[in-house]
């Protein structure tokens, strides 16, 4: 695996599961002190999660999976976009010059 793959891709899926799920965590706990922007901005699927689980009527067992798998999954695809970003831009740098 080339090294511009593994920067693009690889590392920011795992980086970006990883930075979703500690994200969801401090947002969690910490959402009633913290303003309603830097909530959504740290943790997105934690906004998305909650507009979209009080629409269903199930358990609170798959209720509250659903949730958390939401709101995981919207985290993690954030901040891989974030990372790809990133990686993107230190490889295209570094392939630019050289």
């Known amino acids: 695996m080339s090294r511009s793959v593994f920067l693009r891709y690889v590392l920011p899926a795992i980086l970006g599961v990883a930075a979703g799920v500690l994200a ?6 910490n959402e009633p002190t913290l303003p309603t922007a830097v909530v959504a901005l740290l943790s997105p699927g934690l906004k998305v999660a ?3 689980v009080p629409a269903k009527h199930e358990s609170l067992a798959s209720t509250f999976g659903t949730f958390l ?3 995981i999954m919207v985290n993690s695809l954030f901040y891989f976009v974030l990372f790809s970003a990133v990686g993107h831009w230190l490889t295209g740098w570094r392939e630019g010059a050289g």
């Open 24 to 29: 969801l965590a401090y947002a969690v706990p």
């Open 69 to 71: 798998r939401i709101a």
């Open 50 to 52: 909650e507009l979209t």
